[in-house]
């Protein structure tokens, strides 16, 4: 059982060398988090195995794990730190949530596919990440309950960005979005006042879209 600890935190290591900080993501509470969250514990029994591979896992439900770079990188342009509040779109298995956990965040999570927002609740709560609370719903309507919130990360395209996550967005926080249809770019828009959101492309992307109220909104 130890050994097989230690091969797991090996292949983590690795994974954050040569995958994540290798190729720019420097934030030292990122590269910890993703060192310490047992990935490997977030996909499927079948799939366990490519846990640490540099591509994404299927899940169940038609969805996906992100590679480990795009978590790494997402997370870093989030720029929050402990005690930050940050809003998740697109729980999946939990992994994203458990790394922004690990960070020091209180995470607000939302799932539309009520098995894996059970799946992941179950998961987080059974691995000891306190601050992640789980919602089963659709994302675009926000918690506004809990807003504003110092970062927001959306794991699933829109092809439009969803007003009320723009809404419930704090003053100076960031939201981290992949935006389009076929061809999709990750987007960092930052709340730089009550109506002013600057925006800027990351990278193209290829995510899940987003499905419920996002595909009837005009």
Request: with cysteine; charged share 25%.
């Amino acid at each position: 059982m130890a050994d097989q600890e230690a091969h797991w935190a090996q292949l983590r290591e690795e994974m954050v060398a040569t995958q994540i900080a290798s190729r720019g993501v420097r934030d030292a509470a990122v590269l910890t988090a993703l060192r310490m969250v047992p990935r490997h514990l977030f996909v499927p029994q079948d799939v366990r195995a490519e846990a640490y591979a540099d591509h994404p896992l299927p899940i169940g439900e038609g969805q996906t794990i992100s590679q480990p770079y795009i978590v790494g990188l997402m997370t870093e342009l989030l720029e929050v730190k402990p005690g930050d509040r940050v809003l998740e779109i697109g729980t999946g298995s939990g992994y994203q949530a458990a790394v922004l956990d690990a960070i020091g965040c209180d995470v607000y999570t939302i799932e539309i596919r009520a098995s894996l927002a059970h799946e992941a609740e179950r998961q987080l709560t059974s691995l000891g990440f306190k601050k992640v609370h789980v919602r089963a719903g659709d994302g675009y309507a926000g918690w506004p309950d809990a807003a504003p919130f110092a970062g927001i990360v959306v794991t699933a395209a829109p092809e439009r960005i969803p007003q009320p996550l723009l809404d419930q967005l704090a003053i100076g926080g960031h939201m981290v979005i992949p935006v389009g249809s076929f061809y999709q770019q990750l987007k960092v828009i930052t709340r730089r006042g009550e109506e002013d959101f600057p925006e800027r492309d990351v990278i193209p992307v290829r995510f899940v879209p987003m499905t419920g109220e996002v595909e009837r909104r005009p």
